[in-house]
């Protein structure tokens, strides 16, 4: 069974769903790339520079997936391109409060185990993505330290031999609302709306 932790920030479900193309369109620009992600780590890794504070997270983010040993430039120059412009979407919705953070995972129709890999890779990329930041636990409130502690323990999960089942359902959807939500709080800490700001 998967562990499914507290859900503390509690949310509506059924948001942040992608569609099965675009999970699959993102997978392969990035089978391009130096890095080679899954999307759902890429997207991850993407959200955790928004909502770490990065001053330009979509230039950190290309720069996190490619490298000069690229074997064909031309094709990789593309692709970045391609990649630039969905990092610029993605990270303008990953901004977006009034919308709620989205997370790119494979469609629902997929195996359990394969949606829940998506989960951990995607964990697994914001916490990276925030640690290249050098976001520390003092720089985080109670509550945003805990976030980060609950993250690191999803992406110790054993998930080999993971059965279909409707408890594993319920508790992947449990835990993918939760990383959801969880993320937006990091978000909320680390970059708050400016004084006089609307809605702020």
Known sequence: MIPSPELRLGASRRRGEVT???YHEVGHLLEATHLVPSPSEAHGILCGLVCGGSKDPVAAWLEHLFSDRDADPAESSEVRQHLEEYGAQAAD??????EGLRLLLPDEEAALLERATGVYDWVRGFLFAVGTL??????LSEQGREVIRDFADLTRMDLAGLEESEENEEALM???EFVR??????QEERNPPAPGAAGS
């Open 93 to 98: 919705s990953a901004r977006d409060r009034s």
């Open 181 to 186: 939500v969880a993320a937006m709080l990091i």
């Open 20 to 22: 099965d193309n675009e």
């Open 134 to 139: 050098g976001v520390k636990e003092s720089d």
């Open 174 to 176: 449990e835990i993918t």
